[in-house]
């Protein structure tokens, strides 16, 4: 069990000193990490708006402060290059992200396109109907993707990394919030990089 949380914290260390530099990134990364306990809430009462939540706030929150706010040139705190971080990166890199949110968008557009989606669900006859088979069709995807990254890291790392992985994106919410509640206040100051990330997670 120590090695397992030795394992946990040294990949949520790995993670935010490589990728989360950018002071509005953590802050994206609080309101992403507070709507996503919300739509953990919402799973046990209504697993559909759970997902809408998760896909429409948590993760365009999340993933638009990567994209667009973390800066991706030479990492000169950790003295390693975007490429290099991209190619040792556990989980989804910007490039598997790509993918993911690309099939994230086209799920909509297919069943808006063909409903029914050739009899593998019902035919959506009213507005709300076609937001809740979406809704459904993103808690597929993203139940999918966990699984689907969880077994290829067991088998192209070890069943250990895997999990870990798996543990680390579960709990990230619930981490991120005691990890960045701060981040909006360093922006109030005008501090648009955290200069020294090793310092603030420890």
């Known amino acids: 069990m120590n090695h397992f949380l030795d394992a946990l914290r040294t990949q949520r260390f790995d ?12 802050t994206l990364h609080l309101i992403s990490a507070i709507s996503f306990v919300v739509a953990y809430g919402m799973l046990f009462i209504d697993p559909v708006m759970s997902a809408l939540i ?5 993760m365009t929150t999340r993933q638009s402060g990567h994209f667009f706010f973390e800066p991706l040139g030479y990492d000169e705190v950790n003295q390693a290059t975007q490429e290099y971080k991209e190619e040792i990166k556990v989980g989804y890199n910007l490039n598997r992200k790509i993918v993911l949110l690309s099939i994230w968008a086209l799920l909509p557009l297919a069943l808006y396109a063909q409903p029914g989606l050739f009899g ?16 459904a069709s993103w808690l597929l995807l993203g139940v999918s993707g966990l ?32 990890l960045y509640h701060k981040a909006p206040l360093y922006l109030l100051r005008g501090e648009l990089i955290d200069n020294n990330p090793k310092q603030m997670y420890h």
């Open 15 to 26: 993670d935010h000193r490589y990728y989360h530099h950018s002071r509005i990134n953590q």
């Open 54 to 58: 998760a896909w429409l706030i948590s």
């Open 120 to 135: 593998l669900v019902d035919v959506w006859t009213t507005p709300t109907e076609l937001v809740r088979q979406i809704g």
């Open 147 to 178: 699984l689907f990254r969880t077994i290829h890291l067991c088998f192209i790392k070890d069943v250990q990394t895997g999990l870990v992985w798996m543990t680390k994106i579960l709990t990230d919410p619930f981490h991120d919030i005691i």
